[in-house]
């Protein structure tokens, strides 16, 4: 059984710009090349992300988002409740009327 060509270690320990070349028909050698930058070869501006800091979040309350649903899926007056028909004397609210979707 043959021995592996180099060890972890052995990759690990390589200088800088020396690479583990293999062609066809030959043995694999250790080869020095120059890096890209020194080929001259430039790229345009850095890529750049966009930042993810935290940011103020605002939350739609309960009238817009049924709003938003009526106004969307349609709404006649047979079947839904507006918002603020179904509120009762205590200040509870009662579940609105789903709309229909066709």
């Known amino acids: 059984m043959g021995r592996r ?7 690990k320990s390589m200088p800088k710009g020396t690479f583990i070349t293999m ?4 043995h694999p ?3 020095q090349f120059r890096l890209f930058l ?14 993810h800091t935290a940011r103020k979040v605002e939350h739609a309350g309960r009238v817009e988002l049924v709003d938003a649903i009526l ?3 349609g709404d006649t007056e047979e079947e ?7 509120r009762t004397a205590e200040g509870h609210s009662e579940k609105p009327a789903r709309p229909r979707v066709d």
Request: net charge negative; proline share 5%; glycine share 8%.
């Open 5 to 11: 060509l180099m060890t972890p270690d052995e990759l």
């Open 23 to 26: 062609k066809t028909g030959m």
């Open 29 to 31: 050698m250790m080869t």
């Open 38 to 51: 020194q080929w001259g070869i430039t790229f345009g501006e850095p890529y750049a992300l966009a930042e």
């Open 71 to 73: 106004k969307r899926y």
């Open 80 to 86: 839904t409740v507006s918002v603020d028909e179904s």
